[in-house]
């Protein structure tokens, strides 16, 4: 291979018509050997060092090159582990900026740089060539970004479907075989279809990064279905495209905008696929271990592992956080997607003195103008110490809001003292968000996400059944604050069936009727069940996967939710932009938000204390544009409870819109059947969402809110 000295940006490999430019960071390096493979990346060619080193970055030009061609890297250095450097030239290593991989990783020792099974074993080098195990890097020619016209959904309007590439559609009965767990297989008619028909406006994917199989769970018989144990930020997983072309995940996004539905995807900077100081040599490790990865101060033989994943990127590294916002702009803007949901993120805010909301990476993506319309969403906690900061994060930043999660289960599970913190959560969590100019989209609210029981089995177990991980079923949260009413698992009890499904309605409606943006677990609209399994990270089959046939048979459930989110997004009053103040609303006579006894009056301090308490009604009051007023009824007792309506505003008929216990009914113009004052017959364990019809002062229809910023 001829070569010159090219340039030392941008990183990666890049076509420029011409020929390709490879650049390579690292710090302590002695000599960078680029090697070439044949294009199935079983043979290698030939080697040729990079010729230039500046500013840190190995570099070099190859003015023959051309896209497809297939490489890896041999980095040379100091093999110092107790010094925390573990260079060793006998591995290939993957460019960290490879957009496409060829081949797989294939487990053997070979792919450790150190000798396995030896006494203090990764002091030890082991000099056997890694490279007919590891999967190489391929050049692409970048094709023509743009070309379509993002949805660019307001945040207040935003509905999420969480969901996996592979177990959405490997068992659709629609889409071709060869199609089923891709990206292809997601562009089909009848899965955009369905995704139209229940209302939501952005699919999230869980990790389509490539990643690695890891070798515990391949010596067992398992996988990481999941995806987090990330190998390439740049490259899409090579088992999720049909086609082996990137084009392929581009048109997916493509048929997402033209249906009106952004793409988010979960992505895993806060660790790598290379794990412990015992774990393989695959890239990072063997390019530059002292500078992208926490080590631990006093003793970098080891790592300073914030995650419980084995290692931490060193974010606090200029050339690492480079590495991460190139990566998010190369998905945003040449992919096209639309935001992002970073897995355990107080990780990537660690600096020397623990997590700092004004840490590098938060200024970086603050300031940055090509991501000022990419949405943001946290994961807001890691494993280490301080690491929990649901609200703590910078602006411009959605959060997971677990306190919502936990809250609600505990509510409609039954437990006592929950009605203040409900009240939090329905309202938006002002307690948790309402700072430094956030707004409600701050919470992401949940109760049901891939991490945890699906919501059939929420209200089915009581314990995790997690067996078929074979870790003794002690792996899993023990917390899950579920409730399987009287019997463990599946049950053909007509009554207790009936109860479950109610208490499935109940946690739909609490959702999605709650201020903050709601997310919704895929698959829980058709009763997906994990057989008790809370923690299905590694099962790649029908434990994970969705199972198409039984959606005839939650027909009903489907469309109860289509209906909260249609009511969601015409009543303003349900996609607030801003919190709630608790002050009244001129010529109506009622505030913006009224906290209701049972008894017909505004809560009063005692009543928020009652331990045996479990009754709650809000009015959400409305004026102008924001439509009428609506009451929301909750009754988490076993017993039905009288509930007088409010008196104010006077004169108004109540037309029932949602009701968990009668999910069949249509509400029509002759539904207003209660008047202000009148005695509501609330049954147990259910919510009913009323609308006033008809007022003394004529309301103009409601209309959703637009806005023009999406942060």
């Given at each position: 291979m001829r070569i010159l000295p090219g340039r030392p940006y941008p990183m990666g490999a890049t076509w420029d018509g011409e020929g390709v430019n490879f650049a390579l960071f690292s710090l302590h390096a002695t000599r960078v050997e680029l090697c070439r493979f044949d294009d199935t990346g079983r043979r290698e060619i030939e080697r040729v060092d990079l010729p230039e080193y500046t500013d840190e970055v190995w570099h070099g030009y190859l003015p023959d090159a051309r896209p497809g061609?297939?490489?890896?890297?041999?980095?040379?250095?100091?093999?110092?582990?107790?010094?925390?450097?573990?260079?060793n030239h006998h591995k290939l290593v993957l460019d960290p900026y490879a957009r496409s991989l060829v081949g797989s990783l294939r487990w053997h020792d070979a792919l450790f740089g150190y000798r396995v099974g030896q006494p203090r074993a990764d002091l030890a080098i082991d000099r056997r060539d890694s490279a007919p195990y590891m999967p190489k890097a391929k050049v692409i020619d970048p094709a023509a970004t743009g070309g379509d016209r993002r949805p660019a959904t307001p945040w207040s309007e935003v509905i999420i479907y969480e969901t996996h590439v592979r177990g959405m559609t490997y068992r659709h009965p629609s889409v071709p075989t060869a199609e089923r767990g891709t990206f292809a297989g997601l562009t089909h008619p009848d899965v955009v279809d369905h995704l139209l028909k229940l209302g939501v406006t952005a699919i999230e994917l869980l990790p389509v990064h490539a990643f690695v199989q890891d070798r515990i769970l391949a010596e067992r018989g398992l996988a990481n279905y999941w995806g987090y144990n990330t190998l390439a930020f740049f490259a899409p997983e090579p088992r999720y495209l049909a086609s082996g072309q990137l084009a392929e995940f581009r048109r997916f996004v493509r048929v997402m905008h033209a249906a009106g539905i952004e793409v988010i995807l979960d992505v895993v900077f806060n660790h790598t696929a290379e794990g412990n100081h015992l774990g393989p040599t695959l890239s990072f490790r063997g390019i530059d271990n002292a500078i992208y990865y926490r080590l631990m101060p006093d003793n970098p033989r080891y790592y300073d592992d914030m995650t419980g994943c084995g290692n931490t990127l060193n974010l606090s590294h200029p050339k690492v956080l480079q590495l991460v916002m190139d990566s998010l702009r190369y998905w945003a803007l040449e992919l096209r997607v639309d935001g992002f949901r970073f897995d355990l993120a107080s990780a990537l805010g660690r600096e020397a003195n623990g997590f700092d909301a004004g840490s590098g990476f938060f200024d970086a993506i603050r300031q940055d103008p090509q991501l000022a319309h990419i949405k943001l969403i946290a994961e807001p906690w890691d494993l280490g110490l301080g690491g929990y900061q649901v609200g703590g994060f910078p602006p411009g930043w959605s959060q997971w809001n677990d306190r919502f999660r936990n809250t609600v289960r505990q509510f409609w599970k039954g437990d006592e003292g929950q009605l203040g913190d409900l009240a939090e959560r329905i309202a938006g969590s002002a307690d948790l968000f309402n700072h430094h100019g956030m707004r409600p989209w701050a919470g992401v609210n949940f109760v049901t996400a891939h991490d945890g029981f699906t919501l059939a089995d929420l209200v089915s177990y009581n314990d995790p059944h997690n067996e078929a991980n074979q870790e003794n079923n002690q792996d899993g949260s023990?917390?899950?604050?579920?409730?399987?009413?009287?019997?463990?698992?599946?049950?053909?009890?007509?009554?207790?069936?009936?109860?479950?499904?109610?208490?499935?309605?109940?946690?739909?409606?609490?959702?999605?009727?709650?201020?903050?943006?709601?997310?919704?677990?895929?698959?829980?609209?058709?009763?997906?069940?994990?057989?008790?399994?809370?923690?299905?990270?590694?099962?790649?089959?029908?434990?994970?996967?969705?199972?198409?046939?039984?959606?005839?048979?939650?027909?009903?459930?489907?469309?109860?939710?289509?209906?909260?989110?249609?009511?969601?997004?015409?009543?303003?009053?349900?996609?607030r932009d801003k919190f709630f103040r608790g002050a009244e609303i001129d010529g109506i006579g009622v505030k913006d938000i009224t906290w209701l006894s049972p008894v017909g009056r505004e809560m009063e301090p005692a009543d928020w204390t009652l331990p045996y308490a479990r009754t709650l009604g809000v009015m959400f009051g409305g004026s102008g544009p924001e439509g009428p007023p609506l009451v929301m009824l909750i009754n988490a007792h076993d017993g039905p409870i009288d509930f007088k309506l409010p008196a104010q505003p006077s004169g108004a008929r109540w037309n029932r819109l949602i009701d968990t216990a009668d999910p069949a009914f249509e509400p029509g113009p002759d539904g207003a059947a209660h008047g202000s004052g009148d005695t509501y017959p609330l049954p147990g364990r259910s919510l009913v969402l009323l609308q006033a019809a008809s007022l003394p002062t004529a309301f103009p229809p409601a209309q959703p809110e637009r806005h023009d910023s999406t942060r």
């Open positions: 061609m297939v490489y890896g890297y041999r980095v040379h250095g100091p093999f110092q582990p107790e010094a925390g450097h573990r260079f023990r917390d899950n604050k579920s409730f399987n009413h009287g019997t463990e698992g599946e049950t053909n009890d007509p009554d207790l069936m009936a109860l479950r499904q109610r208490q499935v309605r109940n946690f739909m409606a609490t959702l999605l009727l709650s201020t903050g943006v709601p997310m919704l677990l895929g698959g829980d609209e058709m009763g997906r069940s994990q057989r008790g399994n809370n923690n299905a990270y590694c099962q790649d089959n029908e434990i994970s996967w969705f199972d198409w046939s039984q959606l005839p048979a939650h027909e009903e459930l489907c469309s109860f939710i289509a209906r909260l989110n249609r009511l969601r997004r015409t009543h303003a009053a349900l996609h």
